[in-house]
């Protein structure tokens, strides 16, 4: 059994989804030979408190549900910034779950490179720090012999990233699809059943899918993001959000998608990567119309998928959950146990 | 760069589709940090030779080509059984790759075990040591710190296992659904464009999907096979072939297929596993009416596809080859590079 401590910046949805796991999976986690100990948690609103031999999952939950600051807790000490956390917590890994800044990526940029300098492995589900900052970041880890988990950084806990990046490293892929941002894939399901883009939208804004501004899921913002997480990643690329090529989905109208569905056709937005032979990448989110043959056509509603063309498979496509709070909070664990399975 | 040497069981198709990844390869193997040496080659029919520096994948390639014995090349040693070969190659890694018997396992279980007593690790694409003995062969490997790799037994190349075993270890798997035949799979899709059960038999036996005795596919022998290796290395179950409940397609008539396509629906040939909350595994491979939003009923031809129902993620699916010479050669890879990043 190993045993890691680990030290969260940022409590918000991803983090208690992660300490729901920590809580109610003990049993399976435990049989795959981990003991996870949260030792800091620090959050900007909830409170930052640390205790060595660890924090119950149970009662960090509890402070939240019950709009406790954290800081009543039983803890050694309290108050202390994130970067406090990161250098006094004696923490083996950073877990960091702070705010997307896709603009700026502070600061959870800074959290990354101040962790593993200190000698922590890093996990995140942040896609700034990831989509800017990429190739210096893992540069820095490989250089001090650490990890920087990256998994729910696209399509939550779907496992696409070490698909594509391990299991996938010999194939030789050259080209990446996807459907890679639930919230339009919702509203484009929906405005097939006749609604109008206004009404679905209002819809997935209804069941929490998209945001009161959804224009960063609309105009195709968050899928290039994770196309230049893709690129860099896994294509050893060093692209920037302004070199995707990005058009959104509110350009569309009902009888667009009408007259794709009488072609048996469907539209989707699609963010898509591939290598020319001169070794160039071409990178764009675009809604694209895919006969029905395609193995991105049939998955609907807020689902994600990924397809992989690969020289010697062929293509081989993921389809899983691209958000939710279990779903990211399991990204987490997955970077964990590869970390500790190497 | 870690250098591991192999020593080959068999050198059919599968071995010949490894042989030409090594070739043609190199670049992305050696990015990848491993160094593969084929220091021998044991086939029943093609001869038998050991050089302790390797062989070139190209001459051994070439030499089949040629219809030429193996035992023509420049060789250390000669003629060598397949246990003398286990034993005296001083091979890391036994790739055995002998024909598969589903009723005894052998000849391939006995070369399985003796690698694993004289501490080599082993990769097998070969079901029936994996569907008739993994539990004990799983004991023996891990009793001596070695790894046994069986990528290849599901879905070939197709990471299914891995995907499984590794990637969704914590997210507690519950159900297992698959298209794990490729040939029947080929065959119900020939059957909705019109055609007859038995025409679509014989344009599969064409396309070589099909053997002249489609016996072991057709009745889903062979993804009953799967079945049970699934259960053993995927849930921990014990199962035994003759424990699964099988219906192959050839009851299948034109008139069930446009009833279920008039209905939406299409018919797969449903391999399934499934936990009961008591512990109990469910096994079955059936023809199954799949509405068509179901994530496997787009699956058309010879693909294989197969969903994990998942605790944490609900349900991830991943599509891809399921048979084919680099597709399963790519396995053998696949598992090597597991082997050598743990």
Chains 1, 2 share one sequence.
Not at 136 to 164: H, N
Request: with cysteine; glycine share 12%.
């Amino acid at each position: 059994m190993k045993t890691c401590k680990l030290a969260l910046i940022g409590f918000g949805n991803v983090g208690q989804g992660f300490a729901q796991i920590l809580r109610d999976q003990q049993e399976t986690i435990s049989a795959l030979g981990l003991n996870c100990l949260i030792v800091a948690v620090s959050d900007l609103h909830k409170g930052s408190i640390y205790q060595p031999q660890g924090f119950s999952p149970a009662d960090l939950l509890q402070a939240v549900k019950e709009g406790s600051s954290l800081e009543n807790l039983p803890a050694q000490a309290r108050g202390w910034s994130a970067e406090e956390t990161i250098r006094q917590s004696g923490a083996d890994v950073l877990v960091e779950l702070s705010y997307t800044d896709l603009q700026t990526g502070e600061p959870a940029t800074g959290h990354v490179r101040l962790a593993l300098q200190e000698g922590m492995h890093v996990i995140t589900t942040n896609k700034g720090p990831v989509a800017l900052h990429y190739p210096a970041l893992q540069a820095l880890a490989q250089q001090k012999g650490l990890k920087l988990g990256i998994e729910g950084t696209v399509m939550s806990g779907t496992p696409s990233m070490q698909l594509g990046g391990e299991l996938l490293a010999g194939a030789g892929v050259f080209k990446i699809q996807g459907i890679l941002n639930g919230t339009t894939n919702y509203i484009l399901s929906q405005m097939e059943t006749g609604a109008p883009y206004a009404e679905a939208l209002a819809g997935a804004q209804q069941k929490g899918y998209a945001e009161a501004d959804p224009t960063g899921d609309v105009e195709g913002y968050d899928a290039a993001g994770k196309v230049v997480i893709l690129a860099n990643v896994l294509m050893g690329a060093s692209l920037t959000l302004s070199q995707i090529q990005r058009e959104g989905i509110t350009r569309l109208t009902p009888a667009d998608i009408q007259s794709a569905q009488a072609a048996g056709e469907r539209w989707k937005l699609i963010a898509s990567l591939e290598k020319t032979p001169a070794g160039e990448i071409l990178a764009s989110v675009r809604p694209t119309r895919l006969p029905q043959a395609h193995p991105l056509a049939s998955v609907g509603g807020a689902t994600n998928a990924i397809t992989f063309s690969t020289a010697l498979l062929g293509d081989v496509t993921l389809i899983g959950p691209g958000a939710g709070r279990l779903a990211t909070g399991y990204a987490i664990l997955s970077d964990l146990l590869a970390i500790y399975r190497a």
